[in-house]
Each structure stands twice: as C-alpha cells, then as structure tokens.
C-alpha cells in the first residue's frame, strides 16, 4: 500500500517524463528514434533523482505537529512527552556565516538538543528604519540551519540582550533623545521597539515550532529584575510578542535576586548562574511550584576586560555543577556553549561596582566548551561524556577540527595620516559646544554609532586642560598635531604647553565600548559630552569629525593616492598602515599579532576585526580563513601611537596571563 506521499512522487514523476518526451520532440526531428529513447531515459531517470534528492532535503521536511513545549508540571513536555532541554547558546552574529554549520554540528555532537542565540537590534536596525537581515545577520538562514540539524531553538529576541554587547544590543540613536528612557515604557522607546518588533518578529513567526519550524520557546526581554525601572514594560514586551504571532511557550531569564522582580505573567521563569546554591534552586522552586525548573544561563567561563587579566572557569569547578543540575531533573542552557568573537567595534563595558566603567575585549572566548575558533576543549569532551548518558542512542561523530596556519610575517608598505585620512570622511561638522557622537547630523540624521570622533578647536593659551569628567571614554590630545598625552576616566588634567599666536586644539575621543548591563544604560552617550576647560574657561567653536571607520570609509583609504612609503617618510601618529598578506593555497584560519604596536583597530579586506590594546590581556586577534582569498589579502591598520612595521601571524590565540572565575 502506498502512502499519499509516496503517490504524490509517483504522480510528479510521470509529468517529469511527459514533460522530457515534449521536450525531445521539439529536436526529435535531427535524432534517430534509438537516440531518442537513450536521451529520454537520460533525462528522465536525471530529473527523477533530481526530484527526489531535493524532495528529501531535510529543511523541507515538515513532522505533524500537536503540541509544542510545555510547562503544565514539573518536568517540560513536548508532543506531551516528558522533554529535557539540553541547550547552549551560540550567537550567529559573532560567527563567521561560512563557520554555522560547524559549530552547530559540533554541539550536535556534544550531545545538546537545543540551540539559543540572541537578536542584535542594532545590527539589524543601524539606522532608524534601516533593516539588515543578510549575509552575516541572515536570522532565517540560522534558523533553517539548526532545524536541518535536528536542533530545537530557543529565541531571545530582547530587545536589549546584555550579551557583553555595546549597550545590551540596545542601538545608539535611540539615545539622541535627551530624554529616553530606555527599557521602560517611555513612548519615544516604544514605538522604536514596536517598529523593530514589526519588521524582526514576522520574519520569526514562520519558524516556530506550530508552524513546523525548531523554535520551541521565546524568551520575554534578558534579565529584567536587574533593572526593574518600570512595572507596565514586561507586560508591554509579552504583549508586542504575543500581538505579532509569538505562540510557543514564554520564558523569562534572571539571576537569583532578579527573580523577585524580573517575571512577567504568563511566562515561565528560568534562573542564571555559575556557582551552585542548593537554596537559589529552592526559591525558584517556592515563587513558580509545580513547573519544570530551567538554568537559562549556565555560565561556563567568564568576559574579560582590557588591562585585567583572562578569566577561566576550570573544567573540574564546572562538570559537578552540570552533574547537579542534570540530576535534580532541571534543565539547563550553556552559556556559552561557542562564543565567538565581538568583530568590529560591537563589545560593551562593564561598570558594576567600579568607579568608571572598563571596556571589553575584542575575542568573547569566555573559556567555553568550544573556543573562539571552534576548537574542541577539555570541557567539551567532558561534557560531551555527561550529556552522552541522557540520549538513547549514540552521539554523531565528531566533526574534524579546522586546519589553521600561522602565516610568514609581513611588513607594512606604506601608511596615512589621520590628518591626511579627514578628507575621506563625511562633512565636517561646526558648532559652538561640544556635541556627542550619538548626536552628530551624520549617517542620516542617526548620529555616529562607533569609533572614533574628532573635536577641534583654536586656542592662543597654553595652560591646564580639564576633561571636567566628560570625556567617553579616551581621548588622545593634540596641539597642532603634536601629542600632548591622554585623557580618561583617571586623567582629568592635561598642561598645555606654551605656544606663540593661535593654534589648533584636537582631541581624538574614542568610544571604547557602551556599558551592556546595570543601570546607567540611558547615560552611554559618547564623544564629549559636555564642556572642557582651558585654565577653567569652556572651550568653545569646534569642528567635528566623525570617524566611525567603517567599510566605505576604509575603501575609499584603500583606493587613494595619498598613501606614502615607509622608505619616504617616517610615519606620523595616528595613521593607518597598509601590508600586503599573500596566500598561496586555500585561506586558512590564523591570528594576527602586533607586539610592537600600542593601541588600534585592524581591518582585513575591508572587514574590521576588532580592537588591539598592547595593555591586554588579549594579544591576538582571530582572522577567520573564509574572509581571506588566495593572492594578495589587504591588511590596514589604524594604530595610535607606535608601530615596529611588522605584522605577525600566530596559529594559536594568545589571550594573556589568565586568572581562576571568583
């Protein structure tokens, strides 16, 4: 007996081969009737494969479904059968596209079910009303992929993500309002959150789990009960959810003393942590009784900060933990399983508990499972042998690991002032005050995002420079293009020294990264974002740069003729330098190394793959292989202040002396 399906293809196939005979017999007058029949067969038995090769493809299958994830009892049920999640988290936005597939099928292969990954707002929405959902930042792809894999999601569309991401992910014009409020229900932060929620949420629909796609459950906002600014906002998040077709089950994400205040009706709470308190567990147990208990964020390493050291969270502090977890029947999402780099100039800062906050670093590492690079660990392998024991059949395979190459030293060819470089650069802007980056008329009246911004002016004094505390976050000082030092958070004060007639003010500020969590959200603005003094008098009439360096800025550099040779002029601080990578066979993955560099930004190809800073503790920067290409690959630096013209490649990451996760 055949099935409807089986056919359907029977059915489908017999046109095929009508449809090759119409065809034949357009020509059929220049082939012999033996001929004939041989090419029909060829076609045929060609088009039938072909039919049935794409008829089979896993991302087209769709199972009959029922009931998706529930939380009616104490243990979670899918299809009404008991279901335990076994999740981790890796974000496609700090991967490189070319590697998804990779490490999916690596946790996969660790034994996990469930994939959860964050949605980057202001990625996707970097300008208001300008939506980006291609190439890297292609969500459905992602999401087609894992299902193809036999990978459940949960989604965690925020809008704000924390994430060790500049501003939880939150994106800088919203900020142009003097008055935002962020995370509350303040109207001029709804209507952008219903605006994006718009364009992200129908894109989402399609893939949940009723609809026969992988995503199981949806998590209201990230951690809530650590802000906790408005009562009505949780309710109106559900809501936008909800309103748009969001119809699986609702999940909330917060830590300990969050979860007093971070619920929201309607959505099962989950909890975070790294450490295991047998009474955190037994107050969730007591505020949500009866319902099946999830860790959404088993922390699994740690974040690290520029001129701190590494943080690792060993492997045999963490498996007792998981162990645990498993064994009380709880469910449990790594985070993070893969996590990946902060390419560009995307990490946030950290501030709790510090007197100025302290940025990021560029690699997210976070000593996970499966490192920056996708690199099998000591923890992988271990957990891999604990998840073992929850699956009835044996895990897959496990993927090979991807070759990498530490490739010959190159010199730099040539460089360019940042002075020289200011005619490449969106009009200069004049005003009175100082203005922050965010507020700036550029990018479309969306104010400059990222980077570095340049504020000049005329003094005829020399005298004591005071920042007055409104420099964000570090400023190199200038006067008529001579360094005169630094401002920051801990420098306040800089002597100006003494000089005849007027002369040229510079201040290249950089925003060093937005803070990603706590409360001073609404105060990430960047730039100068208030006076500075001369000998205590403000500092007026300035014109302003924006150098958000990004890829139009770098190759419209590229393409120029001002570019000079190191053989002709000894360089000038700042500046970007310009060496040229020959690859000879298939680009593999490598790190670049600059120990004789200060402090930058290095792009490859036009890519930006983040930060340097020689204080560390990072000393390597990932370059992954798909974005190289055989022949010659351009390496451009931006780099402050020092440079010994060379430029390394290491096959291995250097992420500095490291420390023990307190």
């Known amino acids: 007996m055949t099935t409807s399906n089986e056919q359907g293809a029977t059915l489908t196939e017999v046109v095929l081969l009508l449809l090759s005979m119409e065809i034949l017999s357009m020509f059929g007058l220049r082939l012999s009737l033996k001929q004939r029949y041989c090419l029909l067969l ?14 089979n493809r896993p991302e087209v299958v769709r199972m009959k479904r029922a009931e998706g994830l529930r939380a009616n009892s104490s243990q979670f049920t899918l299809e009404g059968k008991p279901f335990h999640i076994l999740g981790g988290s890796i974000h496609y936005f700090r991967v490189p596209r070319a590697y998804w597939e990779d490490r999916l099928l690596k946790m996969k292969a660790c034994g996990l079910n469930t994939l959860t990954t964050y949605v980057p707002w202001n990625m996707h929405e970097p300008e208001r009303g300008v939506f980006n959902f291609e190439d890297q930042l292609d969500l459905e792809a992602y999401l087609r992929l894992a299902a193809s894999l036999g990978l459940w999601v949960i989604l965690r569309p925020g809008p704000y993500i924390c994430a060790e991401w500049d501003l939880g992910g939150l994106p800088s014009w919203l900020l142009r309002d003097k008055n935002m409020k962020l995370r ?3 109207p001029g932060f709804t209507d952008a959150v219903n605006s994006f929620f718009n364009h992200l949420i129908e894109k989402v629909v399609p893939h949940q789990y009723s609809k026969g796609g992988p995503i199981i459950a949806v998590q209201v906002e990230n951690e809530y009960g650590s802000y906790a600014k408005d009562d009505k906002y949780m309710p109106f998040i559900k ?6 077709g969001i119809s699986e089950l609702l999940l909330t994400s917060d830590n300990k003393e969050g979860l007093k205040l971070g619920g929201v009706k309607g959505a099962l709470e989950t909890i975070n942590f790294q450490k295991f308190n047998p009474k955190d567990i037994k107050y969730l147990d007591e505020i949500q009784p009866h319902k099946p208990k999830m860790v959404m ?8 900060l520029w001129g701190d050291l590494h943080h690792v969270y060993p492997a045999e502090d963490m498996l007792p933990v998981v162990t645990e977890i498993l064994k009380l029947n709880m469910s449990i999402n790594l985070y993070m399983f893969h996590g990946g780099t902060n390419f560009g100039f995307m990490s946030g800062a950290f501030a709790v508990g510090m007197p100025a906050p302290k940025a990021m670093v560029t690699n997210y590492d976070y000593d996970a499972p499966l490192s920056e690079v996708g690199d099998y660990t000591t923890k992988y392998h271990l957990l891999r042998n604990v998840f073992s024991q929850y699956h009835a059949q044996p895990l897959t395979v496990l993927p090979p690991h991807q070759d990498r190459r530490a490739y010959q030293p190159v010199s730099i ?18 005003s009175e005050r100082p203005v922050s980056m965010e507020n700036l008329p550029v990018n479309n009246n969306n104010g400059q995002s ?8 005329t003094i005829s004094s020399e005298g004591t420079l005071n920042s007055k505390n409104n420099i964000r976050d570090r400023a190199l000082v200038y006067v008529d293009k001579h360094f005169v030092g630094v401002l920051d958070y801990k420098t306040q004060e800089l002597a100006v020294p003494y000089g005849k007639g007027k002369r040229t003010l510079s201040l290249l500020v950089e925003n060093c990264g937005r803070v990603n969590y706590g409360k001073t959200l609404d105060e990430q603005r960047k730039g100068l974002v208030g006076d500075i003094e001369l000998n205590k008098n403000p500092l007026r009439d300035f014109v302003i740069h924006s150098l958000d360096m990004k890829p139009g800025f770098v190759n419209r ?13 000894r360089p000038s601080f700042p500046g970007f330098f310009q060496a040229k990578l020959y690859v000879n066979s298939s680009p593999k993955d490598t790190f670049i190394k600059l120990p004789g560099w200060g402090k930058g930004v290095v792009f490859i190809n036009g890519r930006n793959l983040g930060r340097y800073w020689s204080v560390g503790p990072q000393q390597t920067l990932y370059v992954p292989g798909p974005w190289l290409h055989r022949g010659n ?21 250097d992420y500095g002396m490291s420390v023990d996760v307190q």
């Not at 809501?239 to 748009?244: F, G, T, V």
């Not at 990222?450 to 002016?457: A, K, N």
């Open 42 to 55: 060829c076609v045929a038995v060609g088009a039938i494969l072909a039919y049935r090769f794409t008829r």
């Open 184 to 186: 509350t229900t303040y």
């Open 239 to 244: 809501e936008s959810l909800l309103s748009r």
């Open 297 to 304: 964020e088993y922390w699994s390493g740690w974040f690290d």
């Open 413 to 430: 060819q040539q460089h360019l002032s940042l002075w020289v470089s200011l005619q490449f650069t969106d009009k200069a802007f004049k």
């Open 450 to 457: 990222y980077g570095y911004t340049l504020y000049e002016t």
């Open 557 to 569: 550099l590229e393409g120029t003729g001002h570019w000079i040779s190191l053989r002709q002029q």
């Open 633 to 653: 690959n351009q390496v451009t630096v931006f780099e402050e202040q020092e440079t010994d013209g060379r430029i390394q490649f290491s096959s291995s990451p």
